[in-house]
T-cell receptor, first 114, second 115 residues
Framework: KAGVTQTPRYLIKTRGQQVTLSCSPISGHRSVSWYQQTPGQGLQFLFEYFSETQRNKGNFPGRFSGRQFSNSRSEMNVSTLELGDSALYLC?????????????FGPGTRLTVT | AQSVSQHNHHVILSEAASLELGCNYSYGGTVNLFWYVQYPGQHLQLLLKYFSGDPLVKGIKGFEAEFIKSKFSFNLRKPSVQWSDTAEYFCAVSLFYNQGGKLIFGQGTELSVKP
């Protein structure tokens, strides 16, 4: 099975711009979760989508949003970028159908905001 | 709020030394527990997981972890580390009612193994 893929792998944006990141989960997985990884804050949960619905949400401002399509692929969008949004954004997929399924992570998208 | 605490920020060991990385979480309900590893330049990989049953779980590459419910702990162990174990290790918890979709991570422990 192919793993979780994320595009693009690297991105440089300017403050105030918006950005869209894409994630393709493992075939058959219906849950996609997004995380932000920074040296200072570590790995922080952004949100989870399951069957095109947001099922869990972290403590991030409304500038961070996401969606999931019928084929389970997911996108996350960050509007009005700030310098502090520079981070590695990780996507993870799982079956999402029980209380204990593990998540499989993609390689991440490295976002740099200048 | 739920949280996960990893005791050590950076651990330095010589090859063949034994490893124990501490992890504690704060949540009184049913949890699922994970250890992930991030090798330099690579993505997060699952080392092992605990859902229920035997509190001593074995993972890949000779790692094991013990869940002690009374101590809210899930410590990672390896009897003899190798240089290739140099990586960052993350403990994570998911709350059962979240259906596994939300992982709460510890701050990570960077392990450096000297050859």
């Amino acid at each position: 099975k192919a793993g979780v893929t994320q595009t693009p792998r690297y991105l440089i944006k300017t403050r105030g711009q918006q950005v869209t990141l894409s994630c393709s989960p493992i075939s058959g997985h219906r849950s996609v979760s997004w995380y932000q990884q920074t040296p200072g804050q570590g790995l922080q949960f952004l949100f989870e989508y399951f069957s095109e619905t947001q099922r869990n949400k972290g403590n991030f401002p409304g500038r961070f949003s996401g969606r999931q399509f019928s084929n389970s692929r997911s996108e996350m969008n960050v509007s009005t970028l700030e310098l502090g949004d520079s981070a590695l954004y990780l996507c993870a997929s799982s079956t999402g159908t029980s209380g204990g399924n593990e998540q499989y992570f993609g390689p991440g998208t490295r976002l740099t905001v200048t | 709020a739920q949280s996960v605490s990893q005791h050590n920020h950076h651990v330095i060991l010589s090859e063949a030394a034994s490893l124990e990385l501490g992890c504690n979480y704060s949540y009184g309900g049913t949890v699922n527990l994970f250890w992930y590893v991030q090798y330099p330049g690579q993505h997060l990989q699952l080392l092992l997981k605990y859902f229920s049953g035997d509190p001593l779980v074995k993972g890949i590459k000779g790692f094991e972890a013990e869940f002690i419910k009374s101590k809210f702990s899930f410590n990672l162990r390896k009897p003899s580390v190798q240089w290739s174990d140099t990586a960052e290790y993350f403990c994570a918890v998911s709350l059962f009612y979240n259906q596994g979709g939300k992982l709460i991570f510890g701050q990570g422990t960077e392990l450096s193994v000297k050859p």
